[in-house]
């Protein structure tokens, strides 16, 4: 199982602890699990393989606690990020 962190690029190098979140591109360390469930269905069939994770600022977490909108954005961001993801493994064969 590969672990894959999403996120906005920033100045910061891809393999720190510190990345852009996904929905408002400020630096922060907190990763969000996203779910296949979440993803939905077309996802399935990579969920032996990977686990996925966003980074997402506390104050984007803390309204999508809140707010059906900001969820839906959340998984929205993560599947686009996913998308690219999955489309560069793919062409690097
Ligand atoms: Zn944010």
New binding site residues.
Partial sequence: MKTINLFQKTHLPKDGWFQG?V??G?V?GHKEYVSFYRLGSTYLPYCNKYRFYSF??K??CFHMRRKRKWRNDFVEESRNMVDIYLKRRKSRK
Wanted: charged share 10%.
């Fill in positions: 979140c929905l408002c400020v922060t997402t600022c104050d984007c």
